[in-house]
């Protein structure tokens, strides 16, 4: 959907198109398979300057928002090219250093990042306390002004071949803290630092990027790698949530937009009773549904977006278009799955690939109850359930 972008914005959302040319779903597909990273790919991107999108240009990026870079997502996902670690680093990460980081960080690891030279992963998620993160209990302990950081954080997208993580931790215990939304501190950890270790998860999806658990124990940090204020880290840390989740809705837009093109052009193609079968409402009607949908959440993207670009609270229209798109790319790919019949579960077409990253989706990074917890109790005053 080209709607009411400037040239830059476009040229941003077409970028998928060129990209394409070079390393299409299909290089995409033979990376996720073997679960490799796609280095060639993710070095044209810093090449052509994507990466920096949301970095100020002093810093070595190109000064643009939250909205080219879902311009970004969705253009690359509309060509079926799904790239989690851009989500991670790019989306989730650099701009927090921008904005609340050391002079270390902001002149020596942002145009780094920027130029492709090191890479940054995410690390929240914690097994014992899943998505209630306030039960986390990696902490960074105090020791004058440097701290100890000992825990464990799980699934955390692409560590293997990230430089720094993240990280969100507690400076105070849960039990020592007045709210339990205070005590939490973000740093930006030099993945090669004593004390870190590393275990694949082996999930069962095809993706470009691979889950590992970290066990930090007794990792030295200084000051110098805090992100933002010791023990007040929840202020700032939705500012790298809610982008992941408009990140990840455009991303469901275009994979969603990427099946049904191919489900269309199959539908129109293919002839069994005598005329081609997107003729037949039972397999036009759920695609144009479908269609339906992707457009309706990416309008929710493109103003979540802009909210989160204008400083105003973008936590309500986050979470519909990550709820929404999500539900809408499912949706998409199943009808153009559908479309296809048995041809839709070949690796000729391709399509069945796209199905396990949607669905991941509606279940991480925050799942689909809790987005419409948030909608029902944040935004529409009912009662809390938790
Ligand atoms: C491929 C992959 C990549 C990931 N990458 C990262 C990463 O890079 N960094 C990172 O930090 N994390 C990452 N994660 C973790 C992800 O964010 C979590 O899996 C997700 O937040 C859900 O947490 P959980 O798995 O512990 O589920 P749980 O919290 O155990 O929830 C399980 C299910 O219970 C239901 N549920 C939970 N609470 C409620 C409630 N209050 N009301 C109603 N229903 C509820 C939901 O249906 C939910 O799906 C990744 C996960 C995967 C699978």
């Known amino acids: 959907m080209n709607f009411n972008l400037n040239d830059e914005q476009r040229q941003i959302y077409e970028y998928g198109g060129q990209l394409a040319q070079s390393y299409d779903n299909v290089y995409w597909r033979d990376h996720a398979k073997r679960g490799a990273f796609p280095s060639e790919m993710f070095d044209k991107i810093a090449k052509d300057g994507f990466l920096g999108i949301m970095i100020p240009e002093e810093y070595g990026g190109s000064g643009l928002g939250m909205t080219e870079m879902a311009l970004f997502m969705e253009g ?10 851009i989500v991670i680093g790019p989306c989730m990460s650099l701009p927090q250093l921008a904005r609340n980081g050391s002079d270390f960080h902001k002149n020596e690891l942002l145009p780094a990042a920027c130029r492709g030279d090191i890479k940054f992963c995410f690390a929240i998620t914690e097994a014992g306390a899943g998505s209630n993160s306030m ?15 000992s825990g464990e954080k799980t699934f955390i997208t692409a560590a293997d071949v990230s430089d720094y993580c993240l990280v969100v931790a507690r400076t105070s215990a849960l039990d020592k803290v007045a709210k339990k939304t205070d005590g939490f501190t973000l740093f930006a950890v030099d993945l090669k630092k004593k004390g870190i270790e590393m275990q694949r998860v082996r999930i069962s999806i095809p993706l470009t990027e691979e889950q590992w658990t970290l066990y930090f124990d007794d990792v030295d940090l200084g000051p110098e790698d805090v992100v933002g204020e010791i023990d007040n880290g929840f202020s700032i840390l939705f500012d790298t949530l809610n982008p ?15 099946a049904l093109n191919r489900g269309v052009e199959y539908a129109s193609e293919r002839n069994v009773f005598g005329q081609p079968i997107g003729a037949h409402q039972g397999v036009q009607h759920p695609m ?9 959440a990416s309008l929710m993207c493109r103003r979540a ?17 990550k709820y929404a798109a999500a539900e809408a790319g499912i949706e998409a790919v199943d009808a153009a799955l559908q479309a ?5 579960f070949t690796e000729d077409t391709g399509l069945y690939e796209m199905y396990p ?10 799942n689909r109850e809790l987005c419409l917890s948030y909608i029902g109790q944040k935004v529409m005053g009912m009662p809390r359930s938790y």
């Not at 144009?288 to 309706?296: C, D, G, L, Q, V």
């Not at 296809?340 to 839709?344: A, D, F, I, M, P």
Request: glycine fraction near 12%; proline fraction near 4%.
């Open 340 to 344: 296809h019949g048995g041809s839709g």
């Open 244 to 258: 992941e989740r408009i990140i990840l809705a455009a991303l469901c837009c275009g994979i969603g937009r990427f």
């Open 357 to 366: 990253m949607v669905r991941l989706l509606r279940t991480a990074p925050v």
């Open 135 to 149: 039960k986390m209990t990696t902490m960074a302990k105090q020791k004058g002004n440097r701290f100890s950081l």
């Open 76 to 85: 690359t996902g509309n060509h079926g090219i799904p790239l989690l670690s």
């Open 288 to 296: 144009a549904k479908a269609y339906t949908n992707i457009e309706m």
């Open 305 to 321: 977006a802009w909210e989160f670009d204008n400083g105003l609270p973008s936590g309500e229209s986050s979470n519909m278009a």
